[in-house]
Structure formats: C-alpha cells, structure tokens
C-alpha cells in the first residue's frame, strides 16, 4: 500500500520555465513533508520542507505547496536550471510512540534541457 | 567534513554468502537508517536505530539485521542473500528521531546477488 505518490515518473522542461512536481498522500496522520533531491551516484539530500499546519514554504527558487483537503503536495522551481536535473523523491512523516516513520513516494526525474 | 559513509559501494556476490555494509556518521547523530531503492518504488526503509542498542523493523526487515553497538556505526546484515535483495541501500542519520530533523544520506551500496 503505497501511501506517497508521485504518479509522474519523469518530467522535461526547458531552462528558465517552471518545474512543477507532484505528490500526493493518503495517510491523513501524516504532520510533515518533505523533499529530497538525487544525483547519480549519490545519495538523497533534504531540499526543503513543510508543516501540515502550513501551506506554502519558499526557500530562494523553490516553493512547496500543501493542500491538506486534497492530500496533496507540489514542488515549484521557478526558474528551472539544467543544474536542478535530478530524481525528486517526496516524503511524509507521522509520528508514533516509537519515533517518526518517514514514507518516501517513487521519485520523478527531472530533466531541464538548456 | 560531515558526512555518512558506506562500505563498500558496489559488491556482486552469489546467494546465500553471508555479506555486511558498513555504515559510519560523524555527526554524533541519534538516529540512523537504512533503506532500499528500487526503480518504480522508491526509498523504502528496512531497518532504523533511535539509539544504541535500540532498533527497529521498517517496512521492508525480512532477510536483513541491524546493529548499533556504537553511536556511530550502523552495519546492515545479509546473513543469506538471495536475487530479491539486488537493489541500491541507503544508509541515513539525522539528530534526533523527531521526522522534521534532515536526514543524511550516505552515497549508497549498489548490491547485485547472483
């Protein structure tokens, strides 16, 4: 049962125009989102965040979205650079009484073509 | 330099021969992780640590052990592979296990079990 979704498995752009990445959620305990960004060959690291008691946070070219009706959650990245091709993964967390589980959707590969 | 490493980065071994990935942070970081990656599902989490000597099941443990005998050093277990575990493992840490904490990601073990 997969609880994070991210039903786009890739996506192409072209520099300078938006980014828009999708998520979406099925387990409403979920309090805090996440995004990841991968290169080949290395390991995942933290782009930005959100509390579900939010529904925007922006960091410089980056913004995340938060519907909470909809259990959904998108990335925008304005504008988009061929440096910020990668593999996007989006990520929930819930808290239980042994420590915070974090559920990863499927990734989507971005490619920004200059 | 912060950072987690693994060891070793890519192994071809043949089933049922006793293998273990090592995993080191030099953060003095609480919580450490392993997960999975596999294409079409994502990262999924095998087994985590909130502390010494205190681990855990993820979603995926079947086939794998965990120890934390030190604060610093996670290893993974294959006490008998088999072909389903080929996949690329990640190890992770983060402060604490609160879900908001970034996690840091190590630059992952790509294993193939013949």
């Known amino acids: 049962d997969q609880q994070v979704k991210q039903n786009s498995p890739s996506l192409r752009v072209q520099e300078g125009r938006i980014s828009i990445l999708n998520c979406d959620y099925t387990?409403?305990?979920?309090?805090?989102f996440l995004w990841y960004k991968k290169y080949p060959a290395e390991g995942p690291t933290f782009l930005i965040s959100?509390?579900?008691?939010?529904d925007k946070n922006e960091d410089g070219r980056f913004t995340v979205f938060l519907n909470k009706s909809a259990k959904h959650l998108s990335l925008h990245i304005v504008p988009s650079q061929p440096g910020d091709s990668a593999v996007y993964f989006c990520?929930?967390?819930?808290?239980?009484?042994?420590?915070?589980?974090?559920?990863f959707g499927e990734g989507t590969q971005l490619t920004v073509n200059p | 330099e912060a950072q987690v490493t693994q060891n070793p980065r890519y192994l071809i071994t043949v089933t049922g021969k006793k293998l273990t990935v090592t995993c080191s942070q030099n953060m003095n970081h609480e919580y450490m992780s392993w997960y999975r990656q596999d294409p079409g599902l994502g990262l999924r989490q095998i087994y985590y640590?909130?502390?010494?000597?205190?681990?855990d099941k993820g979603d995926v443990p079947e086939g794998y052990k965990v120890s934390r005998k030190e604060k610093r050093n996670f290893p993974l277990i294959l006490e008998s592979p088999s072909p389903n575990q080929t996949s690329l493992y990640f190890c992770?840490?983060?402060?604490?296990?609160?879900?908001?904490?970034?996690?840091?990601f190590g630059p992952g073990t790509r294993l193939t079990v013949l």
């Open positions: 990520a929930a967390s819930v808290r239980e009484t042994s420590g915070s589980r974090l559920t």
């Open positions: 387990n409403s305990m979920f309090d805090y």
């Open positions: 640590s909130m502390n010494v000597e205190v681990t």
């Open positions: 992770a840490s983060s402060l604490s296990w609160d879900g908001r904490d970034t996690q840091y």
């Open positions: 959100i509390s579900s008691i939010k």
